[in-house]
């Protein structure tokens, strides 16, 4: 059995909660979902594609094959280098040979930004700085490549990169993880668990509510909605961390303390006349629209910037007058092709009896602006279709606080509460992240011919549920506000 060490993620999660860490080493976790391998598929792609930067580049991926490679002056590049000493263990992506050391690269599946980069790639080439220099290598630089909005399909694989140096930014960072170098490793590989406490990460942690500090409180303050870090801290030092023991003469927002009250009193808070008001507005046919999106770090089609977002698939219920049988129409696009004028126009044909278009969030708003923008041909229909939208979220978020929401709002969050009958759980594509890696496995070519139908089939059914959804939700909402 090979020694267990601290890899970047370990580090980097224990700066926020060593617990966390510490758990995350010695657990393996849920299967990878179709989403995490459509990204990992596409981490390993992009890679690929930026080794073209250097032919001459040569692979190690491990730490026998870095020493021999580094020691060999004939090699100028080496990809998937390898680093372990004292419990930790650095990869970095390449390093590359200069007068007196090594500059280290690190790839990222992110677009390039004239205003710099992301904290976490700052904070992963840091580490990976931190480690090498412990293994004994000089490093004399470290640099980012990241993806180039320019590039298109059809373009050399080198052009789809910008290298940019960060030695300055990195450096100060690494110096700040070295003073932690010998805290965090001997916490993390001893058999004891670091003493768990209250932190800011326990909001979205996995081991939170089952093993640490969160057994057996069904009040969390993270339920708590728009709650920011600065009111958990005072919160937390106050030594409050249930909704329940909040002081009354505390200073909540407006939704933060109908959230309390529904949590403590186990109860609905209905804002009947809210609701009433915000529905008087709905002007029948109505329909009940949802988009579905494909984005790729390397674009399928031909035209098709890095990490663009395109609609593939809308879902439409259409509801004539209150009450009445629903209709539904649907488009999905044919993956091999860039589809976004046909779904536009047919989109604009299905939806022109509509007077009100109910979507639930922003998203569809957005994207109807970016075909408007795409397709300026379509552009004065699609804005008029813009100008029929009505978020129901909202709606929901003032006129509802309901204790099993959990501070929440989502579509499926809310969705077992108001409509306990309808259910992803049983479908084949559950969720948007797992939509996008269904069409990208269409897309890329890896679904086989008795797949394809399959995969659009269960593409179709999600969606459909998603507008679905809505219209139970607005049927909910409209009984509760009910005079």
């Given at each position: 059995m090979s020694k267990r060490t601290v890899t970047k993620h370990d580090f980097v999660t224990a700066l926020g909660c060593k617990t966390r860490a510490w758990y995350g080493m010695r657990e393996s976790g849920d299967a990878p979902t179709p989403a995490d391998m459509f990204r990992m598929r596409e981490g390993q792609d992009v890679h690929r594609r930026a080794q073209?930067?250097?032919?001459?580049?040569?692979?190690?991926?491990?730490?026998?094959?870095?020493?021999?490679?580094?020691?060999?002056?004939?090699?100028?590049?080496?990809?998937?280098?390898?680093?372990?000493?004292?419990?930790?263990?650095?990869r970095a992506d390449w390093i590359r040979r200069v007068?007196?050391?090594?500059?280290?690269?690190?790839?990222?599946?992110?677009?390039?930004?004239?205003?710099?980069?992301?904290?976490?790639?700052?904070?992963?080439?840091?580490?990976?700085?931190?480690?090498?220099?412990?293994?004994?290598?000089?490093?004399?630089?470290?640099?980012?490549?990241?993806?180039?909005?320019?590039?298109?399909?059809?373009?050399?694989?080198?052009?789809?990169f910008v290298i940019t140096d960060h030695t300055d930014e990195v450096t100060p960072i690494a110096d700040e993880f070295n003073r932690l170098w010998d805290q965090i490793a001997p916490l993390l590989l001893h058999r004891s668990k670091p003493s768990p406490r209250w932190c800011w990460e326990c909001r979205d942690c996995e081991y939170f509510a089952d093993r640490c500090v969160g057994v057996g409180i069904s009040d969390p303050i993270f339920q708590l909605p728009y709650l920011r870090e600065k009111k958990f801290t005072e919160l937390t030092a106050m030594g409050v961390t249930r909704i329940s023991a909040i002081p009354s003469d505390y200073k909540?927002?407006?939704?933060?303390?109908?959230?309390?009250?529904?949590?403590?009193?186990?109860?609905?808070?209905?804002?009947?006349?809210?609701?009433?008001?915000?529905?008087?507005?709905?002007?029948?046919?109505i329909g009940y629209l949802d988009f579905e999106t494909l984005m790729t770090a390397v674009p399928f089609y031909p035209d098709v910037a890095p990490l663009e977002q395109l609609v593939t698939q809308y879902s439409l219920h259409v509801e004539a007058s209150p009450g009445t049988e629903l209709s539904h129409r649907e488009y999905l696009a044919d993956h091999a092709r860039d589809c976004r004028e046909e779904l536009a126009t047919k989109l604009i044909r299905d939806t022109a009896e509509c007077r009100t278009i109910v979507v639930y969030s922003s998203f569809e708003k957005t994207q109807i602006r970016g075909l408007a923008s795409r397709l300026p041909t379509y552009a004065t229909d699609l804005t008029a279709l813009e100008a029929k939208l009505f978020d129901l979220e909202p709606v929901l978020r003032k006129g509802l606080v309901h204790p099993d929401f959990g501070g929440r709002s989502s579509i499926k969050v809310v969705l077992p509460v108001l409509a306990p009958d309808?259910?992803?759980?049983?479908?084949?594509?559950?969720?948007?992240?797992?939509?996008?890696?269904?069409?990208?496995?269409?897309?890329?070519?890896?679904?086989?011919?008795?797949?394809?139908?399959?995969?659009?089939?269960?593409?179709l059914e999600y969606c459909k549920l998603d507008t679905l959804a809505m219209v139970r939700v607005l049927l909910a909402l409209r009984q509760l506000g009910s005079p």
């Open positions: 073209s930067l250097y032919p001459n580049g040569v692979f190690a991926g491990s730490i026998e094959k870095t020493k021999q490679l580094i020691l060999d002056r004939a090699v100028e590049l080496i990809f998937e280098a390898a680093f372990t000493v004292d419990g930790y263990t650095g007068k007196g050391g090594w500059v280290i690269g690190e790839i990222k599946s992110s677009l390039f930004d004239e205003d710099g980069p992301k904290d976490e790639h700052l904070e992963d080439l840091a580490y990976t700085v931190m480690v090498a220099r412990r293994a004994g290598m000089p490093v004399k630089g470290c640099e980012l490549v990241l993806m180039n909005r320019d590039w298109r399909l059809g373009m050399p694989d080198p052009d789809l909540l927002s407006y939704s933060q303390q109908r959230a309390a009250t529904a949590i403590r009193t186990r109860s609905p808070q209905i804002d009947a006349a809210e609701i009433r008001s915000a529905l008087d507005s709905l002007e029948w046919p309808l259910s992803y759980a049983d479908l084949d594509v559950g969720d948007g992240g797992s939509a996008v890696a269904a069409f990208a496995k269409l897309a890329s070519g890896y679904a086989t011919d008795d797949e394809i139908q399959a995969v659009r089939n269960a593409l």
